[in-house]
């Protein structure tokens, strides 16, 4: 039998008619969740774990440069092993995400919501190992931990993108939507979530840095509570009447 769950009509997010609007700015706020998270990894990533970011691929290709140019061995390792995990994370969580359908799709389609329970689990191994080290892992605690958070930011970039022109992972197309609708006086699309995911990438990175340093403990907290509240919320989309989300 087809599994239909991601049609339009068979569940909350789907359901055409009043309310969508106001699930699509459900979507939205849980997108601006997932940003915080990715604050949350990709600081603790570059100051924690050998320098190099778990969804800034950007960056990263940027390091591989710099760590060619000064013969930088052990840099040149920890940008690409980034590079690899996150890539093996796209290709682990775009296979769960699926395809983006010809047709009109969900708001918050069934599938995106199984990805990012996959990416939640990888974490709890990543707060496991980041316990097991006492918030210091060693040189190659730090090689597993920064591949592990690769792997799950490329899970979660894969099942964003599954949400259409959006991202929780890579910001600087939203930064540029944002200046070049200020400068042509057109409202972007999206311009709610993209401010708010830009503040709450920042806000994520500066909590996480403070956390790491002064309570390590704490870290796998801020890591797992944006995916948890995510993954709780979209439950409720799925079967809420639509009164009750409106």
């Known amino acids: 039998m087809p599994d239909n769950r991601d049609e339009p009509g ?37 100051l924690r774990l050998g320098g190099a ?4 691929i950007t960056g990263n290709m940027v390091l591989l440069g710099v760590a060619a140019g ?20 796209v290709m682990a969580g775009a296979p769960l995400a699926g395809p ?7 708001v918050w389609p069934v599938r995106v919501t199984i990805c990012l329970a996959a990416e939640t689990a990888i974490l709890v191994v990543f707060s496991a190992g980041w316990l097991a080290a006492g918030g210091r892992p060693g040189t190659a605690g730090k090689l597993a931990l920064l591949a592990i958070a690769a792997v799950a930011m490329g899970m979660q970039s894969a099942a964003v993108r599954r949400l259409g022109q959006m991202s929780s992972t890579y910001l600087t197309s939203t930064l540029t939507g944002i200046v070049a609708g200020l400068v042509t006086r057109q ?7 993209s401010l708010g995911s830009l503040a709450a990438i920042v806000v994520g990175a500066a909590g996480s840095s403070v956390v790491a340093a002064d309570v390590p403990d704490w870290l796998p907290l801020l890591v797992l509570a944006p995916l948890a509240a995510v993954l709780a919320y979209s439950l409720r989309l799925w079967h809420a009447p639509a009164a009750d989300i409106s």
């Open 10 to 46: 068979r569940y909350g997010p789907g359901r055409a008619g009043h309310g969508s609007a106001h699930r699509a700015g459900h979507r939205d706020l849980l997108v601006v969740f997932l940003t915080f998270g990715t604050g949350v990894v990709d600081a603790v990533s570059f």
């Open 53 to 56: 970011f778990s969804s800034v």
């Open 70 to 89: 000064h013969h930088d061995a052990t840099l040149a390792v920890h940008g690409s092993l980034a590079l690899a995990g996150y890539a093996l994370g």
């Open 100 to 106: 983006a359908p010809e047709r009109q799709q969900p």
């Open 187 to 193: 409202r972007p699309a999206g311009l709610g979530r």
